[in-house]
Nanobody, 123 residues
Framework: VQLQASGGGLVQAGGSLRLSCKASGRTFTNNGMGWFRQVPGNEREFVAAISWGGSSTYYTDSVKGRFTISRDSAKNTVYLQMNSLKPEDTAVYYC?????????????????WGQGTLVTVSS
């Protein structure tokens, strides 16, 4: 089972990026999916999550109104649209698949992790 994250890069503050996470080896149609991020030296923190059907989403306060998580079950892919990026959004972003069906910020609920994609926002 593999979660392949892509779409990271260097962008100026105020810009946008769209991250993608494609799953292979199994389908996550019935599972919640999430995005987390980590700055070196810090713990991995929750960013956004989406339920199995996409009807429920959940965001950390610092990205509400700027980031949007979505999923295309037919493509077994989850997206994170990031707008109005800030330098403090700079991190390695990881996608993850949950054991359950709901959208959750609980890192322990996720048992599949991608390799991460680096997002750098310059001021």
């Amino acid at each position: 089972v593999q979660l392949q994250a892509s779409g990271g890069g260097l962008v100026q503050a105020g810009g946008s990026l769209r991250l993608s996470c494609k799953a292979s080896g199994r389908t996550f149609t019935n599972n919640g999916m999430g995005w987390f991020r980590q700055v070196p030296g810090n713990e991995r923190e929750f960013v956004a999550a989406i339920s199995w059907g996409g009807s429920s989403t959940y965001y950390t306060d610092s990205v509400k109104g700027r980031f949007t998580i979505s999923r295309d079950s037919a493509k077994n892919t989850v997206y994170l649209q990031m707008n109005s990026l800030k330098p403090e959004d700079t991190a390695v972003y990881y996608c993850a698949g949950s054991r359950g069906a709901s959208a959750t910020m609980n890192r322990a609920a996720y048992n599949y992790w991608g390799q991460g994609t680096l997002v750098t926002v310059s001021s």
